[in-house]
Structures are given as C-alpha cells and as structure tokens.
C-alpha cells in the first residue's frame, strides 16, 4: 500500500467526521481530489518530471495521525513567541496544528475593511476551483479548516498580519493547512507566517496550500519563515494571480527544518505588473530543502525578478527548479531568475535546473544558477586581520545572504532576519528550537 493509499483510505473510513467538522465548499471537492489522486497512483516520486530531488510519497509515508474529531490539543503558545520580531505591532492569529485559533487583540484590532478568520465563515466561492496539482488535490483530501484574509477595495493595511503555525502533538500527526488572500482593487497588506514545531521528538507533516489574488493596482506582501525541526515535513505550494499594475513580493526563508518541499505557481495575468519571488535556505546535518518556481506572463510590460540563495553544510542537500514562461501575445515583458548556491562542506549536495519558455521576441529575460564553495582568499585575508576561520566562515555565508534578507520591506523584520541568520551560522539554533534563539538578545 502506498502512503497516499492510506489517506484516501482515512478520507473515506472518516468521510462524515470530516464533513461535519469542515466547510461545505471543500466536502465537495473531496470526491474529485480521491478520483484524481487514485488515477495518479501515488505522490510524487524522486523520478517524476519537476521532482527529481524530492519524495512526497516517502515525505508522509510514515502513518501519520489526522484530527478527524477536531480534538482540541492544548498548546503553549507563548513559547512559539520567542523568536518575535521586536518592535513590530501584528495582528496576530495562530494556527494550532491545523485548527485556527484567533487571538483576542485580532478580534479587537482588526481595521475597518480587513477580515481575518477561519475558512468556514467565508463565503464559499473564496476556494479556488482551477487548480488540479497533485498539491493542492492532496490538500483537499483532507482539509478541515484554514484561514481566510480579505482586505476590502482601497485599504491600506498599516499593520502587517501575522499567522503562526504551531505543531504540538504527543503522536505523529499530520495537518492539512490552507490560507486564502483577497486584496482587492488598489488594496494593501503585508503577512507574515511562522512556523513552528513544540514537540521536537515527535514527527509531523504539513500539506499546506496558500491561494494569493491581487486585484488591480494592489500590493500583497508575503514573508514566511521556516523553523521547525528534523522530524517535521512540509509540503506547501502557492497558487498565485495578479491583476492589472498589481504587486506581489514573497520571500521564504527556511531556517530549520527536517524535510521541506515549497511549490510556487504565479499567473501574472496584467499588464504592468511587478512580481518578486525569493528565497534562503539554511540546511545542516541531513536537512533538504527544495524549492519549485513557475511563474507565467500573460500581460505585457510587466517585470519579473526570482531569487534564490542556498548555504548547505554536513550531509545537508538542497534543489531548485524554476521556471518562466512567456506567453505568445505577452510584450515588452521583463523576468529574470538566479539561483546561487555555496556548499560548505564535501558532504552537501545541490541540483539546480533554472528554465526559460519564451513564446514573445519582445521580452528581456535571463536566467543562471551558481554552485560553489566559499572564496578561500576572503577566509585566507579576513584571518591575515585576526578573524578566526570558523568566524570567517560563518561571516561570509551571512553576508551572502543579505541580498535575500534586502527583499523584505518591513524594516523591523528585516533587521531580525539578520539576527536570525546570524544565530543559526553560529550554531546556536541547532537544537531547532526557537527559545535559543532569543536567549542571546
């Protein structure tokens, strides 16, 4: 049996507890997603096309529990907060596994204009009915709840939204997460996701898919850090659209993790729009860390930009797979992708395979990857000035990051960002804990 047999078999031993503790808009789509997925036979395997590197069916073969009752499972949830961002006031929402949790300063802070809540109180058109990844089907099979953002035509929100995803379980456990973004026309709003996982010897696995749609003239932030541990995996794929001069910035930084698969698919479907996607990842001991890009151009003159940073060392391994297509009837468009890897030690492993599909002359378009080592005359020069070798090193895969780190918009958090970083070169966030972190603030 393999292991999406046992989910589809789980969806349908426990097909009336999942509907009475979900929406009525995904209990229709669980029916398509088990046909689907049994058509395809099992996940994505290591010789699938765009998976080369990555194994969804060993990811969550292990059997893994699904809170089918919505068992409500106690959680410190001040401890997930010791790695805040100082100095930045949130509207801040929890994620619990996969049941979400409003906090009180949510419901009494939230700005006229800006809905945050569960899925279940948002009308049912909200879910997008086009997509057919094997992601998104896996995600459907069995969603519960999930979390809705609509920002209403014009507003401007001057707080960033914060949502953190908290894994504490006594078992293995598996969550089915899904967040869903409206900002409507000429709208405004930064996110920031976290996640976190409390019970480190516990293994958990996440299937979480995040639909974004920027109306016409809007701006969407989204910024989503990755600190969890060596038995949880995550599955999380994006679905993104953009309207008419819109904006869309989503930068992902994978600090700590055991194995993580992160799929992008963005529809610039405007003209004149702006779309930046990047991402870091930090990846020791036997971490993986595997990111997916397919951006596509159907409006003209928009202008496209694709960053992605790896540093691996031990027997850590990384992939990264992206790729631009320009449509035909899409003009004077603007897209480029780089992916830039350093691999710190003879054990660490990098694919890369950067893409372009360019149906339009009328483009300017670019795409590279680099793999290497660190500079051993910069590590030879910075010890000639009294910098130790081990310092040296952890100096120069920091600076290589900043460029990532300089994506953020919000200063405050790029500034922890740093920190962060800063902390996890140097060791003291190898426990995967999010307490190390701030004991040396």
């Given at each position: 049996m393999t292991a999406l047999d046992q989910y589809i078999r789980l969806m349908r031993e426990n097909r009336q507890a999942l509907d009475a503790n979900a929406f009525p808009a995904v209990n229709a789509r669980r029916n398509r997603a088990a046909e689907a997925l049994e058509l395809a036979g099992r996940l994505p395997v290591r010789s699938d096309e765009g998976y080369e590197k990555t194994s969804i069916e060993e990811?969550?073969?292990?059997d893994f529990a699904v809170n089918v009752n919505r068992m409500n499972i106690t959680v410190d949830v001040a401890k997930s907060f010791r790695?805040?961002?100082?100095?930045?006031?949130?509207?801040?929402?929890?994620v619990v596994n996969d049941r979400f949790v409003p906090t009180s300063t949510l419901l009494?802070?939230?700005?006229?204009?800006?809905?945050?809540?569960?899925?279940?109180?948002?009308?049912?058109?909200v879910l997008d009915s086009s997509t057919t990844d094997t992601a998104t089907l896996f995600n459907d099979l069995l969603l519960q709840d999930g979390v809705y953002i609509h920002i209403a035509k014009g507003v401007k929100v001057d707080r960033p939204i914060q949502l953190v995803d908290i894994f504490s379980c006594q078992a293995p456990m598996l969550a089915a997460r899904r967040v869903v973004v409206e900002a409507e026309n000429g709208a405004e709003v930064s996110i920031l996701k976290c996640d976190h996982t409390q019970t480190s010897s516990v293994a958990f696995a996440s299937s979480e898919v995040i639909e974004i749609r920027v109306g016409k003239s809007a701006r969407v932030d989204w910024y989503d850090i990755e600190e969890s541990?060596?038995?949880?995996?995550?599955?999380?794929r994006w679905n993104c659209r953009q309207e008419e001069e819109s904006q869309l910035n989503i930068c992902v930084a994978t600090l700590t993790n055991g194995s993580t698969r992160n799929e992008y698919n963005i529809a610039v479907e405007g003209d004149r729009c702006q779309t930046r996607l990047s991402g870091m990842a930090v990846g020791s001991n036997t971490q993986h860390i595997d990111n997916s890009s397919y951006l596509t151009h159907t409006g003209d003159r928009g202008h496209s930009n694709q960053l992605f940073k790896y540093v691996l060392d031990d027997n850590a391994s990384g992939a990264f797979e992206g790729c631009i297509e320009v449509a035909h009837n899409a003009r004077f468009n603007e897209a480029y992708q780089s992916n830039r890897n350093i691999?710190?030690?003879?054990?660490?492993?990098?694919?890369?395979?950067?893409?372009?599909l360019i149906y339009n002359d009328d483009v300017k378009c670019?795409?590279?990857?680099?793999?290497?080592?660190l500079d051993e005359d910069a590590l030879f020069y910075m010890q000639t000035r009294g910098i130790p070798r081990e310092e040296a090193r952890k100096m120069l895969m920091?600076?290589?990051m900043v460029e990532v780190v300089d994506n953020v918009r919000l200063t405050v958090l790029r500034d922890r960002l740093r920190h962060m970083l800063e902390m996890r070169f140097s060791?003291?966030?190898?426990?995967?804990?999010?307490s190390s972190c701030k004991k040396k603030d």
């Open positions: 990811m969550f073969a292990p790695c805040d961002v100082p100095n930045i006031s949130t509207l801040l929402a929890v009494k802070n939230l700005p006229e204009g800006v809905t945050v809540c569960s899925l279940r109180e948002a009308p049912a058109h541990t060596p038995q949880t995996s995550r599955w999380c691999l710190a030690s003879k054990g660490a492993r990098m694919h890369t395979k950067p893409q372009l670019s795409h590279g990857a680099s793999t290497g080592q920091q600076a290589f060791g003291d966030c190898a426990d995967s804990t999010c």
